[in-house]
T-cell receptor
Framework: GAVVSQHPSWVICKSGTSVKIECRSL??????MFWYRQFPKQSLMLMATSNEGSKATYEQGVEKDKFLINHASLTLSTLTVTSAHPEDSSFYIC???????????FGSGTQLSVL | DQQVKQNSPSLSVQEGRISILNCDYT??????FLWYKKYPAEGPTFLIS?????DKNEDGRFTVFLNKSAKHLSLHIVPSQPGDSAVYFCAARGGADGLTFGKGTHLIIQP
């Protein structure tokens, strides 16, 4: 099946620093990528939808200046958490779609801990 | 307001028996439903899906049932195996939007 690679799998950073998370579709071209976050014992919450070559669409309540999403190619999307704070500590997951099986392929997730 | 609800945070089933995980939704615009399995600190793994035009889809030990009038779907796993122990998320899609997930049900298969 299709493979989506997400890196890093975990990261610890100091408050105020920025962290970049990469999501790559390894064997298909992802026209659309989605970014989710999950707090402990909570559901996966959609943060934003990005289409290759265009600006991401953010869900209500998600700060676009804080969570920068870049989808510059059909195989790579990045999420940058800028000026991270402890409340940003969460599990971030990307998913990639080729357009035929929407959102069916997920990355392995990134556990972010902000000290 | 939660559009996809999984009211049972956990479920314990004996190995070999049937596991039934339930999911309710409120948005009538959802046209596609999926079940995912997730282990701690890993991304979800797709299990099975169903289109809103169907009421049943079967794949090996996994069967998903959809009752549109009740806005309810369920995942049946039979027979349940120890490796099935995980958190199961119900997800729904409406149009071209990303998926909306329930909070998950932690399935525990007891030997």
């Amino acid at each position: 099946g299709a493979v989506v690679s997400q890196h890093p799998s975990w990261v610890i950073c100091k408050s105020g620093t920025s962290v970049k998370i990469e999501c790559r579709s390894l064997d298909f071209q992802a026209t659309t990528m989605f970014w989710y976050r999950q707090f402990p014992k909570q559901s996966l919450m959609l943060m934003a939808t990005s289409n290759e070559g265009s600006k991401a669409t953010y869900e209500q309540g998600v700060e676009k200046d804080k969570f920068l999403i870049n989808h510059a190619s059909l195989t790579l999307s990045t999420l940058t958490v800028t000026s991270a704070h402890p409340e940003d500590s969460s599990f971030y997951i990307c998913s990639a779609s080729s357009g035929t099986q929407l959102g069916l392929f997920f990355g392995s997730g990134t556990q972010l801990s902000v000290l | 307001d939660q559009q996809v609800k999984q009211n049972s945070p956990s479920l314990s089933v004996q190995e070999g028996r049937i596991s039934i995980l339930n999911c309710d939704y409120t948005n009538s615009m959802f046209d596609y439903f999926l079940w995912y399995k997730k282990y701690p600190a890993e991304g979800p793994t797709f299990l099975i899906s169903i289109s809103s035009i169907k009421d049943k889809n079967e794949d090996g030990r996994f069967t998903v049932f959809l009752n549109k009038s009740a806005k309810h779907l369920s995942l049946h796993i039979v027979p349940s195996q120890p490796g099935d122990s995980a958190v199961y998320f119900c997800a729904a899609r409406g149009g071209a939007d990303g998926l909306t997930f329930g909070k998950g049900t932690h399935l525990i298969i007891q030997p």
